[in-house]
């Protein structure tokens, strides 16, 4: 849109960097309140974090090693009237 450009820095600078998956990223999924992003890596085994995007906080207490993941191809949020899961 014309006029746009000049609301934009010359130089964007990220509200926050995720540095907790060290691989490329090959899936995103939004939770659909936008509360919670899920991202995973098909390129090393059990690759999948969840981030609280309000605080940006990466949960470290999920997954664990004993996480059962393996090679995260997909990822989907699937919510029923009170309770929202993750799709693996």
């Given at each position: 849109r014309a006029g746009t450009a000049r609301f934009l820095p010359a130089t964007p600078v990220p509200e926050?960097?995720?540095m907790n998956l060290t691989t490329k990223i090959d899936s995103l999924a939004f939770s659909p309140d936008s509360q919670i992003l899920a991202m995973s890596s098909t390129?090393?085994?059990d690759s999948l974090r969840l981030v609280h995007l309000p605080s940006y906080t990466v949960f470290s207490n999920w997954p664990t090693s004993k996480t059962p993941l393996h090679f995260v191809s997909s990822l989907a949020f699937r919510c029923s009237s009170h309770t929202c899961f993750y799709v693996i």
């Amino acid at each position: 849109r014309a006029g746009t450009a000049r609301f934009l820095p010359a130089t964007p600078v990220p509200e926050k960097i995720l540095m907790n998956l060290t691989t490329k990223i090959d899936s995103l999924a939004f939770s659909p309140d936008s509360q919670i992003l899920a991202m995973s890596s098909t390129m090393k085994k059990d690759s999948l974090r969840l981030v609280h995007l309000p605080s940006y906080t990466v949960f470290s207490n999920w997954p664990t090693s004993k996480t059962p993941l393996h090679f995260v191809s997909s990822l989907a949020f699937r919510c029923s009237s009170h309770t929202c899961f993750y799709v693996i």
